[in-house]
Each structure stands twice: as structure tokens, then as C-alpha cells.
T-cell receptor, first 113, second 110 residues
Framework: NAGVMQNPRHLVRRRGQEARLRCSPV?????VYWYRQLPEEGLKFMVY????????ESGMPKERFSAEFPKEGPSILRIQQVVRGDSAAYFC???????????FGNGTRLTVT | EDKVVQSPLSLVVHEGDTVTLNCSYE??????LLWYKQEKKAPTFLFML????IEKKSGRLSSILDKKELFSILNITATQTGDSAVYLC??????????FGTGTRLKVLA
């Protein structure tokens, strides 16, 4: 009964490098959401994926950010050419179907130096 | 634009006090409202409300939804230091998103 697993927990990148954040949803969940959280702020929606499909990426910047949820393996949030403003906690959540309660991972804290 | 607003932003109480947290929303095609508790890490699910006027209860926590006035409240009675956390409200709508408010930071003093 593993919950949502995110790794790494902490990631430090220099400006210009790439960051890859991984998320394995709860077993049997096919809906994955990525959120970004800044200190003292709420969760900002980035992208909603189902297996092999991006359903809604309206919260994700069009440049440098991409997400995937392949048929096999974890969902990946990829940030290319990171900048200091990308420093934040990135949370992944999964649900059994749309509208069901989201189950969250412990997040990846990205620091860009 | 869909919006979820929580109040107060922060709250400090003493153990044993009762607190009421508020969540108001403006969304297209409202489906449900959810409450989460976030301590240091992952938000954990508390309640999901879809119908007006029906109270959901779990121990000292309870919540109710008013779909006419577009808000929900989360009550915590006999607060304990372990209730200290950020409480997040989220709303689902016809756009497939779960839209979160900025949260209420609750601190319970011993």
C-alpha cells in the first residue's frame, strides 16, 4: 500500500542545468497532477496527466517545462535550463479517477543556485 | 477565472479552543470541495463535500458546505498542538483541475 512516491526529496541545480523530478502514483491510480508550492503560498496547478496523455497543461510555462506519464514507469516533470525563480517545492498527486480525493507525495524541493 | 479564497490567513489559539476556518470559491461548474491538512510534507486528505448542508465529521474535525453562498467551513474543537498545520481547501470544477486556496496557517499553543 505504498502511497505516492516522489524522488529525489531534495535537488540542487545550478542555473542552466536540467532538473528531472519523478513521481510514482499510488498503485492503480492513472491520474497524475503536478503542483508547485512557494513558501507561505498554496499549491499552484501545473499539469494533469493520464497514462500517455497530457490532459491539461495550462498551469505549466510553455518554455523549459515538460511533463510525461508513460505507459510504464513514473511520471516525470522536466525543467530545462533552470533559473533561480524555479526554486520551489514540487508536489505530485494521484487519484483513482477524476474528482476523487488526491493523494500527495512528499514533494521534491528544488533549489537553483 | 476560477478562484478559491481562504480566511483567515493565519491563526494562533491555545489548546482547548475551537477554531473555524473559512473557504469561499468562485468556479465554473462546481463539482466538489476538499479539505487537506499540510504539516511539513505532503497534504493529507480530510474531507470531500459535494452536497449542501450535510456535515462531514471525523473526531474533533467537522466541515459543511453551502453551495448557495459558495463557501465551506472547517471546525476544529478542543484544539491540540498536533492540530498545528496549514489547512488547504480545494475545489474541483468542470475544467478537471483541483484549484487550491492559499491555506490557513493554524498554530495551537500549549
Amino acid at each position: 500500500n505504498a502511497g505516492v512516491m516522489q524522488n529525489p526529496r531534495h535537488l540542487v541545480r545550478r542555473r542552466g542545468q536540467e532538473a528531472r523530478l519523478r513521481c510514482s502514483p499510488v498503485k492503480g491510480h492513472s491520474h497524475v497532477y503536478w503542483y508547485r508550492q512557494l513558501p507561505e503560498e498554496g499549491l499552484k496547478f501545473m499539469v494533469y496527466l493520464q497514462k500517455e496523455n497530457i490532459i491539461d497543461e495550462s498551469g505549466m510555462p510553455k518554455e523549459r517545462f515538460s511533463a510525461e506519464f508513460p505507459k510504464e514507469g513514473p511520471s516525470i516533470l522536466r525543467i530545462q535550463q533552470v533559473v533561480r525563480g524555479d526554486s520551489a517545492a514540487y508536489f505530485c498527486a494521484s487519484s483513482l479517477d477524476w474528482g476523487s480525493p488526491l493523494h500527495f507525495g512528499n514533494g521534491t524541493r528544488l533549489t537553483v543556485t | 477565472e476560477d478562484k478559491v479564497v481562504q480566511s483567515p490567513l493565519s491563526l494562533v489559539v491555545h489548546e482547548g479552543d475551537t477554531v473555524t476556518l473559512n473557504c469561499s470559491y468562485e468556479v465554473t461548474n462546481f463539482r466538489s470541495l476538499l479539505w487537506y491538512k499540510q504539516e511539513k510534507k505532503a497534504p493529507t486528505f480530510l474531507f470531500m463535500l459535494t452536497s449542501s448542508g450535510i456535515e462531514k465529521k471525523s473526531g474533533r474535525l467537522s466541515s459543511i458546505l453551502d453551495k448557495k453562498e459558495l463557501f465551506s467551513i472547517l471546525n476544529i474543537t478542543a484544539t491540540q498542538t498536533g492540530d498545528s498545520a496549514v489547512y488547504l481547501c480545494a475545489v474541483t470544477s468542470g475544467t478537471y483541475k483541483y484549484i487550491f486556496g492559499t491555506g490557513t496557517r493554524l498554530k495551537v499553543l500549549a
